[in-house]
């Protein structure tokens, strides 16, 4: 992600776990530059890249994050994470979320909200 030069931050999509990914990465990891954090760019960021998962044969998918990283929790509840546990892995204690998606990548907890919101 860059603004004119500017790097910002990446994300990363990855097509399958491993038993590492599956104890504590995820499908999806993200990084922003400290002068970029607090802007929403982590929440658009994995909102967009949510609906290239089917493509992938992903209907959901996981994302972790250090228990302590409240900003990165915050990223992943709003779109759609919910929280399955926390443990200890061979990189930290890990906050472990699934997404669980439609066929065109949206998640099912945020349509759910949506028709809460709406009734």
């Not at 990084?31 to 658009?44: C, E, F, H, M, V």
């Not at 997404?99 to 709406?118: N, Q």
Request: hydrophobic share 40%; proline share 3%; net charge negative.
């Amino acid at each position: 992600m860059v603004d004119g030069e500017t790097y910002l931050g990446a994300i990363d999509l990855r097509h399958y776990l491993n038993p590492f990914l599956l104890e504590g990465g995820g499908h999806i990891g993200y990084s922003i530059r400290p002068s970029a954090r607090r802007s929403g760019l982590a929440t658009w960021a994995l909102g967009a890249v949510l609906p290239t998962t089917p493509a992938l044969g992903l209907d959901r998918v996981l994302l972790t994050c250090d228990d302590g990283n409240v900003g990165s929790a915050r990223t992943i509840e709003s779109n759609g994470g919910v929280l399955e546990d926390v443990r200890n892995t061979e990189i930290g204690v890990k906050r472990r979320y699934w997404i669980v998606l439609d066929d065109a990548g949206y998640s099912h907890s945020l349509i759910a909200a949506t028709r809460t919101v709406a009734s």
